[in-house]
């Protein structure tokens, strides 16, 4: 059986935690999309593990699979197992051989783009990993797989095909001289054969290369558990998103299919859980119409003088609203409900986990965005285009605030003790997207979190 864990709202919604809480019955734990722009926090035994590429679960001894439909930086994903294997920990991590590598000329493809892009103010915003490029390689039927770094011919035919496109991008079309970059070696031929090469050679001895989606339907029909996890999250995903300030993968449910190799009845047989966080965060550009307040760079328009400075401030303090990979303050706003019936039916999620239900307590009053209103209509979900959504009025209902009390005591006594106005404000998220919320996280500890529903049962 599986379980799919799925970003309601625009990342960073606590989706580590609870592949971490619901993990813990599961024997594997796959990523299906994305690559090192996530970034996902785990509380182990009080140890916390911010996590780019590793799988959640394999902090805790599950083995964790990155599947065909991520892409995969594998400077960092080596980086961070030696640092896991420091801290004492050896993740078994296994990557499909139909992943895309993210090439260091990725990166500084991206970055290039976004600078070109803000002289006309229309960056994204982007992690500036390499997630667009690497993507748009992998469409445009010139990447590099992780299955071709085992055979040296394959790899500098594949390298001595593309790598000369991309000098001529550079010099030619952005006017950027290649031998005067900090990192000219991304765009050398032999560099780049050479470390790919070394790479190979460590993922073939240390036994991490599989044919993924084989290995987990197997794995399925041997009787299993999978954790399916997601990252990024729906309203950032390339056709369900706020095109064009989304990420280049799908994050939504159907991604766990096509990013894994397992079946769309697979994946829809079992439960497929839509994190949410208790009101929203956004990194990066685009429309947020519950905004408070903003991030100058980042809100349009934004020159450092907005509505309700104030609370976005208390809220991103309290919640500690900044970036787990760039470490960039957090854009803060009410949470959206128009935003979640959007995510509940393009993912058709079994469940929610509502998490950071703590941070907002103490507040007199909490808001969230009902409905909008667009041209004179009441509308009840996302409009199609980003134009149309920047223009969408929140329509706003308040809600009575709920006392701050101790929380790791509400997690060990159970539904129950969330005193009652954080209850009205849960009913009220199950109601609107007509979801039952299976667990409400009070807390960043593992130990912190009220389970209602537990998976694989
Ligand atoms: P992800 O990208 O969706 O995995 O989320 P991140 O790890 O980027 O951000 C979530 C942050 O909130 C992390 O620092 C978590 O430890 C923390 N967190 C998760 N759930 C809760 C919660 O219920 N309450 C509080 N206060 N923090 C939480
Ligand atoms: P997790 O898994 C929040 C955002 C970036 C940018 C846009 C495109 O931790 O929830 P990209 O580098 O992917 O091309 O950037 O998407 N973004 C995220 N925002 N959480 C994430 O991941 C994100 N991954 C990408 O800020 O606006
Ligand atoms: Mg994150």
Same mark, same amino acid.
């Given at each position: ?47 916390? &593990? ?54 260091? &000329? ?24 390499? $997630? ?146 208790? &009101? ?101 979900? $996302? ?54 919320? &299976? ?19």
């Amino acid at each position: 059986m599986t379980v799919t864990i799925v970003g309601a709202q625009l990342g960073d919604e606590g989706k580590g935690g609870i592949v971490d809480l619901y993990g813990d019955s599961a024997d594997i734990v796959a990523r299906y999309q994305g690559g090192d722009n996530a970034g996902h926090t785990v509380v182990h035994e009080g140890e916390e &593990y911010k996590l780019s590429l590793v799988p959640s679960g394999a902090v805790r001894g599950k083995v964790g699979v990155l599947g065909n439909g991520c892409v995969v930086n594998l400077r960092t994903l080596f980086d961070e197992l030696d640092q896991l294997g420091e801290r004492g920990l050896q993740p078994d991590v296994r990557i499909a051989e139909r992943a895309h590598a993210i090439l260091p &000329y990725h990166r500084v493809l991206d970055g290039i783009e976004e600078e070109v892009k803000s002289e006309s103010d229309s960056e994204v915003g982007t992690t500036g990993r390499g $997630i667009g490029p690497t993507y748009e390689d992998k469409a445009g039927r010139r990447g590099i797989r992780i299955g071709d770094l085992r055979n040296t011919e394959v790899l500098r035919e594949r390298l001595e095909y593309v790598v000369p496109q991309k000098r001529a991008l550079i010099e030619d079309v952005y006017g950027v001289s290649v031998d005067e970059l900090d990192n000219s070696d991304a765009f050398d031929v032999d560099a780049l054969f050479e470390e790919f090469h070394a790479f190979g050679k460590r993922l073939v001895e240390e036994e991490m290369i599989v044919n993924a989606g084989a290995f987990l339907n197997e794995q399925i029909d041997s009787g299993a558990n999978v954790v399916l996890e997601g990252a990024q999250g729906t309203m950032i995903d390339i056709d369900h998103g706020n095109y064009p300030y989304v990420t280049s993968s799908n994050p939504t449910a159907g991604g766990a299919a096509v990013g894994t190799g397992l079946s769309p009845g697979t994946v829809g047989s079992g439960e497929v859980i839509g994190i949410v966080k208790a &009101y929203l965060t956004r990194v990066g550009s685009g429309p947020l119409p519950t905004e408070l307040g903003g991030v100058v760079g980042d809100t349009p328009g934004y020159d450092g003088d907005g509505d309700d400075e104030e609370l976005a401030t208390y809220i991103r303090e309290e919640g500690g609203e900044y970036g787990t990979v760039t470490g960039r303050p957090r854009r803060v706003g009410w949470l959206d409900i128009p935003m979640l019936r959007h995510a509940a039916r393009r993912s058709g999620f079994t469940g929610l986990a509502v998490n950071h239900v703590d941070v907002l307590a103490g507040l007199d009053t909490v808001k969230v965005g009902h409905a909008y209103e667009l041209d004179g209509e009441r509308r009840m979900t $996302i409009p199609a285009t980003t134009e149309q959504w920047g223009r969408c009025e929140p329509v706003f209902r308040s809600f009575e605030g709920w006392p701050d009390v101790d929380w790791a005591a509400v997690a060990a006594e159970g539904y129950e003790a969330i005193p009652d106005n954080a209850q009205d404000y849960l009913e009220y998220i199950e109601r609107e997207t007509e979801t039952p919320v &299976y667990a409400i996280g009070v807390g960043p500890g593992r130990n912190e979190s009220v389970v209602r529903q537990r998976a694989f049962e």
